[in-house]
């Protein structure tokens, strides 16, 4: 069993910036795959990035493309997401997830990939 715990959210001006921090533990860091997925009021959830268990591939959702940058430390069992440039349109909580993969440059961006997820940080962007 993985278990996520999700931090650094919170209330920040446009054009700000936040770092968000997802911590991992119960299994080998770098078995998984992971990423970045959030949901505002009253719309779906969506993907914002992802990274291989390796951490050399990424993929960024072209909303944030430019903006984010998705990052691991396998040393302290944790995925980041540095947002940059933030829009009262990325106003969400955000979940981390990950998801086992055989695959070193593996990335995956669909919700349905992924088998544990974390509770969810705030994140609000007023204009």
């Known amino acids: 069993q993985v278990q996520l715990a999700e931090s650094g959210g919170g209330l920040v001006q446009a054009g700000g910036s936040l770092r968000l921090f997802c911590a991992v533990s119960g299994r080998t860091f770098s078995s998984y795959a992971m990423g970045w997925f959030r949901q505002a009021p009253g719309k779906e959830r969506e993907f914002v990035a992802a990274i291989s268990r390796s951490g050399d591939f990424t993929h960024y959702a072209d909303s944030v493309k430019g903006r984010f940058t998705i990052s691991r430390n396998a040393a302290e069992n944790t995925m980041h997401l540095q947002m940059y440039n933030l829009k009262p349109e990325d106003t969400a909580v955000y979940s981390c997830?990950?998801?086992?993969?055989?695959?070193?440059?593996?990335?995956?961006?669909?919700?349905?990939?992924?088998?544990?997820w974390g509770q969810g940080t705030q994140v609000t962007v007023s204009s």
């Open positions: 997830a990950a998801r086992f993969s055989r695959r070193s440059h593996d990335y995956y961006y669909t919700a349905t990939s992924y088998e544990f």
